[in-house]
């Protein structure tokens, strides 16, 4: 059953960041990382409520946000406008702990 609302719970938030950064640690390392089985898995694990395309699109909103903070983004995931405010803040938060900035 797809969503009414467009927005992404706080759950599918931080488990598309948490994703995000799985990607961006095969890069540095690089390894190559099938990116379409994992969508589709986290598409799977929230029921799917939205196609997994849409958590391709949300890494490359975070790619958005890598970009903003002067920092790398995730290969093969080009900057994608209109990340939000929360989305912002998570991945700030983010990068933060890892100590990024």
Same mark, same amino acid.
């Given at each position: 059953? !797809?969503?009414? @609302?467009?927005?992404? @719970?706080?759950?599918?938030?931080?488990? +598309?960041?948490?994703?995000?950064?799985?990607?961006?640690? %095969?890069d540095?390392?690089?390894?190559?990382?099938?990116?379409? @089985?994992?969508?589709?898995?986290?598409?799977? !694990?929230?029921?799917? +409520?939205?196609?997994?395309? @849409?958590?391709?699109?949300? +890494?490359?909103?975070?790619?958005?946000?890598?970009?903003?903070?002067g920092?790398?983004?995730?290969?093969?995931?080009?900057? %994608?406008?209109?990340?939000?405010? !929360?989305?912002?803040?998570?991945?700030?938060?983010?990068?933060?702990?890892?100590?990024?900035?």
């Amino acid at each position: 059953m !797809k969503k009414k @609302s467009n927005d992404f @719970s706080d759950a599918e938030l931080r488990d +598309c960041i948490k994703l995000y950064f799985r990607f961006l640690d %095969a890069d540095e390392r690089q390894i190559k990382i099938g990116k379409n @089985s994992n969508y589709k898995a986290l598409a799977e !694990k929230h029921n799917n +409520c939205r196609p997994w395309g @849409s958590y391709m699109y949300k +890494c490359q909103n975070i790619s958005s946000v890598m970009e903003s903070l002067g920092l790398p983004y995730a290969k093969g995931l080009k900057p %994608a406008g209109n990340t939000g405010p !929360k989305l912002h803040l998570l991945v700030t938060e983010t990068v933060t702990e890892r100590g990024l900035i």
